[in-house]
């Protein structure tokens, strides 16, 4: 039997509805792990395309025009136990707040204790560094991802060194690996007493977005207890749990159906699936999609 396009998807858009009641009233949760010693946490957000009605001035407008499309940040959180090969994953297009809020519960999920030590990783937006300090206190570090700080090392590159711009990235990078922040900053210092063009040059953007944040870069910590120094798994997230399927060409979405949809990917992404069918027994009219 063939199942019409537009019946899947109001069955879908039914499932994803209910999905994100189930996690807001927290009765569809990843299992709590026990006690673990170290977690790692991620947050970040990602752009997804929505739309939104513009305010009509007579009541009478034809609402297929009357539309906004604009872009959303998407903020995912993520967190795993040290060790562990699978992380939790959770989404919202809330404020940073409630992406916060997310993060405390996939970290609690991995299992966060009253001695776990927390490891944060994240881009230099500061909402992610004030998110972390106000929820886990002194239990998290936060860590600057490594492959962003080298970003703005390349770009700096190309006029501290301009004959051998890699073999100076390198040399910084491995100083960064060794907690030497300090010396990369005089580094760059040096070049800037020199350089004619000091406001356009990549070198000092670099130095400034690097001295207000030294305090965030212990990578040498970070490599000897075996964590992570790159936020690279948020990335993947995104592209697997949220772009996937809320990025896909020639989508544009009501802000509702976008945040069910969330709560129906991380289900999924999380393991999910079969505990929420299970759960969703009582409600009638609804068909299973693998």
């Not at 519960?105 to 030590?117: D, F, L, M, R």
């Not at 004030?130 to 700080?149: I, P, R, S, Y």
Request: one cysteine or more; proline letters at 3%.
């Amino acid at each position: 039997m063939d199942i019409a396009s537009s019946t899947t998807r109001l069955d879908v858009e039914k499932h994803a509805e209910i999905a994100r009641k189930m996690i807001d009233e927290e009765s569809l949760v990843v299992d709590s792990k026990n006690n673990a010693a170290v977690v790692i946490g991620e947050i970040d957000g990602c752009m997804i395309p929505v739309v939104t009605a513009k305010e009509s001035l007579n009541g009478h407008d034809d609402q297929r025009k009357n539309k906004n499309h604009e872009w959303k940040e998407a903020r995912l959180a993520l967190a795993r136990a040290q060790g562990a090969v699978e992380p939790i994953y959770a989404a919202t297009l809330g404020s940073v707040n409630d992406a916060g809020a997310k993060l405390a519960n996939v970290v609690k999920s991995a299992g966060e204790c009253e001695k776990t030590k927390i490891h944060c990783l994240g881009d230099g937006a500061p909402w992610i560094a004030d998110q972390v300090e106000m929820l886990f206190g002194n239990k998290a570090t936060f860590l600057l991802d490594f492959f962003h700080v080298s970003d703005y090392l390349a770009l700096a590159a190309t006029c501290c060194s301009p004959n051998k711009p890699r073999d100076w990235m390198h040399k910084q990078q491995e100083l960064l690996k060794n907690n030497m922040s300090l010396k990369v900053l005089q580094n760059i210092q040096d070049h800037l007493q020199i350089c004619e063009s000091k406001e356009d040059c990549p070198a000092a953007k670099c130095i400034s977005y690097l001295s207000k944040r030294t305090h965030q870069l212990d990578y040498q910590g970070a490599l000897n207890a075996g964590l992570p120094i790159g936020s690279g798994e948020i990335e993947s997230g995104h592209r697997s749990v949220i772009q996937a399927r809320l990025k896909i060409p020639g989508a544009w979405w009501n802000i509702d159906n976008a945040e069910n949809m969330l709560a129906l990917r991380t289900i999924r992404a999380n393991g999910l699936w079969d505990k929420y069918w299970a759960a969703i027994q009582p409600y009638s009219g609804l068909q299973a999609y693998g």
